[in-house]
């Protein structure tokens, strides 16, 4: 069952006018599904998962591409960086615009290999899994859109109770988990995590103790959401601070985890400076920390936690997906008053809280934190399990998350 992409308006408007196109994101998103979805007549497929191809492109790149003639998709291209200056010469010779789409499942030392043979010639995009609009088959701009826009999605749409929410967060957003209901969703995360430790992970650096990897990826899953204390990560562990950044560095690389820097303004000695972290699918981040149902981990202390990190992954999703590029930060001073979420757009920003409570109370109380900053204020609110879109101020706004 093919379910439609937002990418696609971007695909296609990229591959009219790059000669390539590079879809990277974490495995099992969607990408070879999505790009031979869309091929037209005449453009092949070849993925380098096949090792007899995978051989012939490492060592003889030249005749690869005598046996396969652009226009083409090329799965996994990281298998072959090797390809990366004869995909260069094919474009400056053929002068043409969507020769090559190209997959990846990570861009750690791929994306060298782009910058240094294909600067200008690539267009970059991010796939990660379904967004909760690709699931209920409608699209988004990216958040938050106009009140105008936002009272016609209210009047539109159903409102979600919190037990479909967190029904949700528990599945994740994986397509073969939304697409196949009868799923070991248990065995399908964890054979995942075997896969992406063997493959994706061994591809980019030797880590000598996949145990101790696998221990540091569960407590950043148990950590999503929170500051990012790499001081005490690699206490825990026993290994060095720089052990643990370069760990983490593979998950952002990987796009399991999205990394949120502090705010930082004319009063940044005043401020928190240390990142927060967050798990990109909710689902694997649920199974890392060993919830076995929605209805446990909805009653749990990560509860709130992971709505959070649900909540600011489906934002990322609707700026990503229309090919924004998004400026997010949080805010954290050192009288530790907090805000989630700090959307930076023309020149304005716009302030978030998120909250798991159909009615949270003083939500908004640190909002006035960022009058001493010198920006422009603009809309913003509370995202909250509240059926209702209730304007709180002029400019704030109670925000169901069923509307994201």
């Given at each position: 069952?093919?379910i439609?992409?937002?990418?696609?308006?971007?695909?296609?408007?990229?591959s009219?006018?790059?000669?390539?196109?590079l879809?990277?994101?974490?495995?099992?998103?969607?990408?070879?599904?999505?790009?031979?979805?869309?091929?037209?007549e005449?453009?092949?497929?070849?993925?380098l998962?096949?090792?007899?191809?995978?051989?012939v492109a490492?060592?003889?790149?030249?005749?690869f591409?005598?046996?396969?003639?652009?226009?083409?998709?090329l799965?996994e291209?990281?298998?072959?960086?090797e390809?990366?200056p004869?995909?260069k010469?094919?474009?400056d010779e053929?002068?043409?615009?969507?020769?090559?789409?190209?997959?990846g499942s990570q861009?750690?030392e791929?994306?060298?290999?782009?910058?240094?043979?294909?600067?200008?010639?690539v267009?970059?995009?991010?796939?990660?899994g379904f967004?909760q609009?690709?699931?209920e088959k409608r699209t988004v701009?990216p958040?938050?859109?106009?009140i105008?826009?936002?009272k016609e999605?209210?009047?539109?749409?159903?409102?979600?109770s919190?037990?479909?929410?967190?029904?949700?967060?528990?599945?994740?957003?994986?397509?073969?988990?939304?697409?196949q209901?009868?799923?070991?969703?248990d065995n399908?995360?964890?054979?995942?995590v075997?896969?992406?430790?063997?493959?994706?992970?061994?591809?980019?650096?030797?880590?000598?103790d996949?145990?101790?990897?696998?221990?540091?990826?569960?407590?950043?899953?148990?950590?999503t959401a929170?500051e990012?204390n790499l001081?005490a990560?690699?206490?825990?562990?026993?290994?060095?601070?720089?052990?643990?950044?370069?760990?983490?560095?593979?998950?952002?690389?990987?796009?399991?985890v999205?990394?949120?820097?502090?705010?930082?303004g004319?009063?940044s000695?005043?401020?928190?400076?240390?990142?927060?972290?967050?798990f990109?699918?909710?689902?694997?981040a649920?199974n890392?920390?060993?919830?076995?149902?929605s209805k446990?981990?909805?009653?749990?202390?990560?509860?709130?936690?992971?709505f959070?990190?649900?909540?600011?992954?489906?934002i990322?999703?609707?700026?990503?997906?229309?090919?924004?590029?998004?400026?997010?930060?949080?805010y954290r001073?050192?009288?530790?008053?907090?805000?989630d979420l700090?959307?930076?757009?023309?020149?304005?920003?716009?302030?978030f809280?998120?909250?798991k409570?159909?009615?949270?109370?003083?939500?908004?109380?640190?909002?006035?934190?960022l009058?001493?900053l010198?920006q422009?204020?603009?809309?913003g609110?509370?995202?909250?399990?509240?059926?209702n879109?209730?304007?709180?101020?002029?400019k704030?706004w109670?925000i169901?998350?069923?509307?994201l």
């Amino acid at each position: 069952m093919y379910i439609r992409r937002q990418w696609e308006d971007v695909i296609h408007k990229s591959s009219m006018t790059f000669p390539a196109l590079l879809l990277t994101g974490p495995r099992q998103s969607g990408k070879s599904t999505l790009l031979r979805h869309l091929a037209e007549e005449g453009r092949a497929y070849v993925t380098l998962d096949d090792p007899a191809i995978r051989e012939v492109a490492k060592t003889n790149p030249e005749l690869f591409f005598q046996r396969f003639d652009p226009p083409l998709i090329l799965d996994e291209v990281q298998y072959a960086p090797e390809l990366f200056p004869y995909i260069k010469m094919i474009i400056d010779e053929r002068n043409t615009n969507g020769l090559f789409w190209l997959t990846g499942s990570q861009i750690f030392e791929m994306m060298n290999n782009v910058q240094e043979s294909l600067a200008g010639r690539v267009s970059l995009l991010n796939l990660f899994g379904f967004s909760q609009a690709e699931k209920e088959k409608r699209t988004v701009l990216p958040f938050p859109p106009s009140i105008g826009e936002l009272k016609e999605a209210r009047k539109k749409l159903p409102m979600k109770s919190m037990d479909d929410v967190f029904e949700t967060i528990w599945q994740g957003s994986m397509p073969k988990v939304f697409t196949q209901p009868e799923i070991d969703i248990d065995n399908f995360y964890a054979s995942y995590v075997q896969t992406y430790l063997e493959r994706d992970v061994k591809l980019i650096t030797n880590i000598s103790d996949e145990g101790q990897f696998l221990r540091f990826i569960r407590l950043i899953a148990a950590r999503t959401a929170q500051e990012l204390n790499l001081t005490a990560l690699a206490r825990e562990l026993e290994v060095s601070g720089k052990t643990c950044r370069s760990w983490l560095d593979i998950l952002v690389a990987t796009g399991l985890v999205f990394e949120m820097p502090a705010y930082s303004g004319n009063l940044s000695d005043r401020l928190i400076k240390r990142p927060k972290i967050y798990f990109m699918d909710t689902g694997l981040a649920c199974n890392l920390t060993g919830w076995v149902n929605s209805k446990m981990l909805q009653n749990s202390t990560y509860s709130g936690a992971i709505f959070e990190t649900w909540a600011v992954s489906e934002i990322l999703k609707s700026w990503w997906f229309n090919g924004k590029i998004p400026r997010f930060n949080y805010y954290r001073d050192r009288q530790l008053k907090e805000i989630d979420l700090i959307i930076s757009r023309n020149q304005e920003l716009l302030p978030f809280e998120i909250k798991k409570s159909t009615s949270p109370a003083h939500a908004m109380k640190n909002f006035p934190a960022l009058e001493k900053l010198g920006q422009e204020i603009g809309i913003g609110g509370v995202l909250s399990m509240s059926t209702n879109l209730l304007p709180i101020s002029k400019k704030f706004w109670m925000i169901p998350v069923s509307l994201l």
